[in-house]
């Protein structure tokens, strides 16, 4: 099934999921801070009005500029014209879709409830505010938590977070599974869009790659000034002295610097896709019950990369949500999913009075069980496989 958004997932902001207001409070004055902010949201676009005006300005280079004007060959201008305009609709569309897909944001159930909420804003002592936390939090599939061992709690957001959620200064919200905030894009890459942020990439890639390419041949003909009074010396093919010499100069610079940026840019995402890791996690390890753990999400290469694009490969290449999960609870190594320890034990900073909390682990979704379900099928064929040898082993000594 597909879904034009991740499933189960709460889309609202922040104030209206926690059921707490940002009105300015009686006698302050909130107008210079709510201009300011205005004034940041607007500069924010600026990025993503360069990118859109070189897109455009390339269109025209490539299209009217090299194939209308520059190549002669009617057989050679339809063939590129396809493979551009290709390249060109999966580009737009994968970098419309990462820019425009709102970030996931935790749910309600990870907000605390009213009472521990008030109680927790008057409290004064980072011990007795951990209490609330551990309360509130043993109905909640947590499994990371703080470099102390503590409940990974936002202030600003007022939400408990969830499993590699962060929260995004830029945004100014909590991002589940939270990658980076990107400039380019203006937006926050997460659980959301990470699939179109990656296809984004591959697909502004192939477009730059593609231009470069097909350009190259031309850009040699222009930069030599090969175009001779002599016509021994001539090409065959005589290219029109136009101003499309300079559109052809310009579009293969720019196609080869995008593309060099890109390719190490794309070949570090695809890198911690491999390892199941956002960029967060790549530069500071996820801490767990048992300690930090820069591989406790990697469920191998595969179900690494189903993970982000799906179970179904036809849909891998096209720019619609198919990521595996809700972004609230993720599938670990460190995971039992054992009938008899339904149960996780987390344990508290040393020192404090806060007794062990066991949290429930809540039921993991179809596509989570599936991939637990495999590992330990694995597993337990390997166990036979020893077992059976072990026994083979004791029949020779006898």
Not at 54 to 72: G, H, K, M, N, Q
Not at 73 to 88: A, D, T
Not at 148 to 155: H, K, L, P, Q, V
Not at 375 to 398: C, K, M, P, V, Y
């Amino acid at each position: 099934m597909l879904l034009d958004g991740p499933p189960s997932v709460s889309f609202r902001s922040r104030d209206v999921t926690c059921g707490h207001s940002l009105s300015p409070r009686r006698g302050e004055k909130m107008a210079p801070t709510h201009v300011l902010r205005c004034c940041q949201r607007g500069l924010a676009w600026i990025p993503v009005i360069f990118i859109a005006l070189v897109v455009c300005w390339s269109y025209y280079a490539y299209v009217v500029e090299l194939c209308l004007f520059t190549i002669p060959s009617i057989g050679e201008q339809i063939v590129y014209l396809i493979f551009f305009h290709l390249s060109f609709i999966m580009f737009v569309w994968s970098y419309w879709k990462t820019i425009f897909t709102k970030p996931a944001n935790p749910s309600k159930e990870f907000c605390l409830p009213k009472d521990e909420k008030e109680r927790y804003e008057k409290e004064e002592r980072p011990e007795s505010q951990q209490e609330i936390l551990w309360r509130a939090a043993t109905s909640l599939p947590l499994y990371t938590r703080t470099g102390a061992g503590a409940i990974r709690y936002c202030d600003r957001c007022q939400v408990i977070k969830p499993d590699r959620c962060h929260h995004c200064s830029a945004c100014d919200m909590c991002v589940l599974k939270m990658d980076h905030h990107c400039p380019w894009v203006n937006n926050c890459v997460g659980f959301s869009n990470y699939k179109f942020f990656i296809l984004f990439l591959a697909y502004s890639l192939v477009y730059c790659l593609f231009i470069a390419a097909t350009v190259l041949q031309y850009f040699i003909k222009f930069w030599t000034l090969c175009r001779r009074k002599s016509a021994e010396n001539c090409p065959k093919n005589e290219l029109p002295d136009t101003h499309a010499k300079f559109h052809v100069l310009f579009l293969f610079f720019v196609a080869a610097m995008f593309c060099i940026s890109i390719l190490s840019l794309f070949s570090y995402h695809l890198w911690l896709v491999g390892k199941n890791r956002s960029t967060i996690e790549a530069f500071r390890a996820p801490v767990f019950r048992t300690g930090s753990d820069k591989n406790g999400f990697s469920l191998g290469f595969r179900k690494n990369i189903a993970q982000v694009f799906g179970d179904q490969k036809k849909y891998w290449l096209l720019p619609i949500f198919t990521s595996q999960g809700d972004g609230l609870t993720f599938p670990t190594r460190l995971v039992n999913t054992d009938a008899e320890q339904a149960t996780v034990t987390l344990q508290p900073e040393p020192n404090k009075s806060v007794a062990d909390v066991a949290i429930p682990v809540s039921p993991l979704s179809e596509s989570q069980n599936r991939l637990l379900s495999n590992d330990q099928h694995a597993n337990n064929i390997e166990e036979q496989l020893a077992d059976n040898s072990f026994r083979t082993g004791e029949l020779q000594w006898e």
